[in-house]
C-alpha cells in the first residue's frame, strides 16, 4: 500500500499551486492580484523563518502526518 500524502508534500503542491493561481488572476482577471501572489511569497519567506505555516496547521488538523514521524 502507498503511503499517504505527507504535509511537507501537502504544502509544496498548494503553495505552487496557489502561485499559479495567482499570476493567472493577475494575467486573465485584474492586474491588482499581483498583490495576491506578493502575499504568498511573503508567507513563504516568513515560515523559513519562523517555521509557521498556516496551511500546516490546517493539512494537520485534516488528518495529514508529518514525514517526520
Do not use: D, Y
Amino acid at each position: 500500500m502507498k503511503n499517504p500524502i505527507s504535509v511537507e508534500t501537502a504544502i509544496i503542491r498548494f503553495a505552487g499551486f496557489m502561485v499559479l493561481l495567482s499570476v493567472a488572476l493577475t494575467v486573465w482577471v485584474h492586474p491588482n492580484f499581483i498583490w495576491f501572489t506578493v502575499f504568498i511569497g511573503t508567507n513563504l519567506f516568513q515560515s523559513s523563518f519562523t517555521g509557521f505555516c498556516p496551511a500546516a496547521s490546517v493539512f494537520k488538523k485534516l488528518g495529514l502526518k508529518s514525514s517526520a514521524q
